[in-house]
Every structure is written in C-alpha cells, then in structure tokens.
C-alpha cells in the first residue's frame, strides 16, 4: 500500500531563502507525483506534475525534482517571498489505479 | 479552457439535516471525478471518485455518498448529517490520459453545529 511522508511538516524561513520540501513514497510503481499549494481556506493550485519518466520539472522560482528508485520527490522554491507562505502538498498517482495518494503537506511560513 | 465549478463556498447545518454539495466540470468530456475532505489540521482523505457517469467508488465507511447523474456534475450527499462531518470538501477532476493533472475546484466549507 503506498504511503506519502512529506518533512517536515512545517517550515519558517526569512524572505530570500533558498528552501527545500520533501516528499516521499514507498512504493515506486507510479505514474506521476505532482506538487499542490493550499491557501488557507481555499482549494488546491497544480503547481508542478512530473511524469514517471521524468526527474524534474521547472516553473518559475519552483523545480520539483523526482528520483523513482529511491522514493523521494523535492520541491525547492528559490528566492523566497512571502508570498509563498501556503501548505504545500505532494501526491502520487498510482501506475495501475486512479487514485491520488496525498502526504498531509508542510505548512510553509516566508517571514518579511 | 476547462473550469471546475463547486457550489456552495459555505454552509452551516445542524446535526441530522440533510446536504448536498454539487460540482461541475466545463471543457472536457468524461472526466474522473473525486471528492475529497480535508478536516482541520489533517491531510486531504479521498471519499469518493468517479470514472463516469453512474459509477461511484468509495474509499472510506462514512455517512456521505456520491452520485454522478451526468457526466460533468459530481453529487455528495447526507440524509443526515454528523458533527464529524464538519470540514473542508474539495472537487477536483482529471483526465484518464494525458498528463492527469488534478484540478480542484475552490472548496465547500462545512460547519456542522
């Protein structure tokens, strides 16, 4: 049964720094791994989705990396602002079903 | 271009009344559908997700159910409604191939009192 762990579940950093999400699943048999910003109170916004045979993918100040043999996904936000304080979630879609399976997310927190 | 419509944004409903939270897809045909709650302090939990019209799967025992009766509207329904219910209910949509890119509609929050 595959499992999501995103670390760690919460995250304060000042304005400017370079950060580092991770994420990681136990079963490697996936179909791609995509990366969620929830405001509060609000839905989600598709940051960035890495197919299975991809190891990242860019956007902006976002990279998402992806390394399927080792279970692990990051997100890594460059040149943080405040207006990046949100939760951000990953979630792994299965190769063989089509359900998502979520980790319960890092509440990021970007201090002026 | 495709748009998810979830309706409504709030609501407040005393123990053992009925609810019905509805979403709609537009741009796009035959799309998987998925109800989605997120109680407070917790990660999202999949409730129920569709992948057409008359097909409802559920993932968790729970006092909700789900109907598609066409193929873009998602239903999620009580007869009879739980303080546990209370929480945040997400739609979200996605297409079988391609890139399955999970959109998600703007949230309903429930106050159950």
């Known amino acids: 049964k595959q499992e999501v762990t995103q670390i760690p579940a919460a995250l304060s950093v000042p304005e400017g720094e370079n950060l580092v999400l991770n994420c990681s699943f136990t079963?490697?048999?996936?179909?791609?791994l995509q990366w969620f910003r929830q405001d509060p109170g609000k839905g989600l916004t598709s940051l960035l989705l890495i197919q299975s045979s991809q190891r990242e993918q860019t956007s902006g100040r976002l990279n998402a990396s992806l390394d399927k043999s080792s279970g692990r996904s990051t997100l890594y936000i460059a040149a943080s602002q405040p207006g990046d304080s949100a939760t951000y979630l990953c979630?792994?879609?299965?190769?063989?079903?089509?359900?998502?399976?979520w980790g319960a997310g890092t509440k990021l927190i970007i201090k002026p | 271009s495709q748009t998810i419509h979830q309706w409504p944004a709030t609501l407040v409903q005393p123990v053992g009344s009925p609810l019905s939270l509805e979403c709609t897809v537009e741009g796009t045909s035959n799309p998987n559908l998925y109800w989605y709650r997120q109680a407070a302090g917790r990660g999202l939990q999949l409730l129920f997700y569709s992948v057409g019209i008359g097909q409802i799967s559920s993932e968790v025992p729970q006092n909700l159910s789900a109907s598609r009766p066409q193929d873009r509207q998602f239903i999620l329904s009580s007869k009879k409604l739980l303080l546990s219910d209370s929480g945040f209910y997400l739609c979200?949509?996605?297409?079988?191939?391609?890139?399955?890119?999970?959109?998600f509609g703007a949230g309903s929050r429930l106050t159950v009192l």
């Open positions: 979200a949509w996605a297409l079988i191939s391609g890139a399955n890119v999970l959109t």
């Open positions: 979630a792994v879609l299965g190769d063989s079903n089509y359900q998502l399976i």
């Open positions: 079963d490697s048999a996936i179909y791609n």
